[in-house]
């Protein structure tokens, strides 16, 4: 049984470095709660109580019995059976070997061997527990696609009033932002009961701005022709810029030789602020307008440049958190431009690049912020126009107060590639986040509805085994074993001979002191029978066995009674 009880714990040991006994779950409620860690507690204390009782029992028996048939003092017998009575009991018993040591090694035996008891009962309620932890499961729930296929833009599709609301979207954060993050929209969750993660799509939205070469411009006309894709020019209206600006040419300016009107996939863009480009390309790419002061009269040569930004978009999977149906992994962004380059026309069919770039580029809705020069030279710009500038860093309101001082337009701002490419890829990402918020009714799109993968969390409970409380019982085990075989002679026992009485109590003694004279003989001298005075006369050796004889000749045996005494 002690072996049984060692392998015991060694399964334990296996489960839990292989955490086998985390299959063991329940559901988190009040009852289970409640209910199954009392159950467990009461379960392991009854067995280990019931298992060690017997343990205890057995091992008594059969230690006590192999004292008697050995050759032992009389005092010894003694303080081994008295130290069987109980822990405190086999302590008094080794205090006691420090006056007459009669058998040291014997009642230290079973001081351990019960002390170890103790340690099992003691770590029997705490060795397996329940506890809680935050459990994972996969689940779907319905979501709204953050982004607007080419199936949501029709020909009707008007996005541009909607360009009025994008220097709003930058001041909205937490939940009522939910489904864009920078440059990105995602799909977003319409439950928020459930706790965990979600896999959705998350599509990225990019730009690649270039310069465009050999623009034809005529100050006359205010017109300019300029490059329409890899052959094809078109005339646009070409207003004079003041100095650090940016303006989106509209597309209802392309009229091609038929008078129709053709949408450019993406965006055409003027810009007056400085580029830092090689001079050697400066001629090819820029621009010179003149832009006349009233009043004073004086003509001052402004260089602008002609820019095309191409939109793109790249989808792929994000982590959304249920609760706060905010982004939480962060999406790949292509590479930024770091200088500039000329523009390599191509032509595209997606419906959203022609439609974003159509919204950005609308003239109606006004910035209110004009710049008048000559009768040919009034300047306002756009919305959108002012919104791309504050991204980059201009403040439209404050060139109109230097304007209105009567500051030169001298530019002083130099435009870095990435900061335009993220700019318009920005208001593109709004643009579209906004028209799905607004929704067909309000003059947006109606987003459409789709499905996610959830990893919701919860809370459960699991088996779990505490390592300390089982490295004790493991340990005390082993050690029960060893004091077990030591003491009850396991390996050199004698099955011919066994004890003339089972165990040595006050019966037993009577009786031993009535059929062993020497014994009688020597307690007969004891006038105070005191308990250093009785261990004292005790020290002579006794051995109480009974041998069994076998008689072939009637096929029978009969008992031999032996005694062994000697005098100190």
Not at 122 to 133: D, E
Not at 137 to 149: A, F, I
Not at 411 to 424: H, I, K, W, Y
Request: glycine share 6%; aromatic share 10%.
């Amino acid at each position: 049984m002690h072996g049984m009880l060692v392998m015991i714990h060694t399964v334990l040991l296996v489960f839990y470095v292989r955490h086998w006994e985390h299959q063991v779950t329940f559901a988190f409620t009040p009852t289970n709660n409640d209910f199954w860690p009392v159950v467990l507690s009461a379960s392991l204390q009854a067995f280990y109580t019931i298992y060690t009782a017997v343990l205890l029992f057995l091992t008594q028996r059969l230690a006590i019995s192999r004292t008697l048939v050995r050759r032992v003092t009389l005092t010894a017998v003694h303080d081994i059976s008295g130290a069987w009575a109980g822990l405190g009991s086999a302590l008094t018993s080794v205090w006691r070997q420090t006056d007459i040591p009669a058998s040291w090694w014997t009642t230290s035996a079973v001081a351990a061997y019960l002390a170890n008891i103790t340690v099992l009962h003691v770590t029997s309620s705490t060795l397996l527990q329940f506890q809680t932890f935050n459990a994972s499961m996969m689940t779907s729930v319905p979501t709204t696609l953050g982004w607007l296929d080419d199936s949501s833009y029709s020909y009707l599709t008007d996005l541009g009033p909607i360009t009025t609301s994008l220097p709003v979207v930058n001041h909205l954060t937490g939940l009522v932002s939910a489904g864009l993050s920078n440059t990105t929209l995602y799909d977003t969750l319409k439950t928020t009961a459930i706790a965990g993660n979600a896999t959705v799509n998350a599509t990225t939205v990019t730009s690649s701005c270039g310069l465009v070469p050999n623009v034809m411009y005529s100050a006359n006309t205010s017109t300019a022709i300029v490059p329409f894709g890899p052959v094809a020019t078109r005339v646009l209206n070409a207003s004079t810029l003041w100095s650090d600006q940016i303006h989106i040419i509209p597309w209802m300016e392309y009229e091609d030789s038929y008078g129709g009107v053709s949408k450019l996939p993406g965006v055409y863009l003027m810009v007056s602020t400085l580029l830092g480009i090689d001079p050697s390309v400066q001629d090819e790419v820029a621009v010179n307008m003149t832009w006349v002061i009233p009043d004073i009269g004086t003509t001052y040569v402004i260089q602008v440049y002609f820019v095309y930004c191409s939109l793109s978009a790249n989808t792929t999977d994000g982590v959304v958190d249920m609760q706060t149906n905010s982004l939480l992994s962060p999406t790949s962004i292509s590479q930024p431009s770091t200088q500039w380059e000329m523009y390599q026309f191509g032509w595209s069919n997606t419906s959203w690049q022609t439609q974003i770039g159509s919204a950005l580029a609308t003239p109606d809705s006004s910035s209110g912020i004009i710049f008048n020069g000559t009768p040919s030279q009034v300047t306002e710009l756009s919305v959108a126009d002012e919104y791309i500038m504050s991204l980059i860093g201009l403040n439209l309101t404050e060139e109109h107060t230097q304007f209105g001082d009567g500051a030169p337009p001298i530019s002083n701002f130099t435009l870095r590639p990435d900061e335009l490419e993220f700019a318009v890829a920005r208001s593109a990402a709004q643009l579209i986040w906004l028209a799905g918020q607004m929704g067909a009714a309000n003059g947006g799109i109606d987003p459409s509805n789709g499905t996610a993968y959830v990893n919701e969390e919860f809370i459960a409970l699991r088996l779990n085994i505490n390592l300390l409380p089982l490295a004790f019982a493991a340990s005390a085990s082993v050690i029960m074993l060893g004091l077990a075989l030591h003491m009850t002679r396991a390996f050199n026992a004698s099955h011919d001979s066994q004890a003339a009485i089972p165990n040595i109590g006050v019966l037993q003694l009577l009786w031993l002191g009535h059929r062993s004279a020497s014994i009688n003989e020597v307690l007969e001298y004891v006038q105070h029978p005191t308990e250093i005075n009785l261990r004292r006369a005790g020290m002579i050796d006794v051995c109480l066995t009974k041998t069994i004889l076998d008689k072939e000749e009637f096929g029978s045996s009969t008992d031999s009674l032996s005694w062994c005494s000697r005098l100190p």
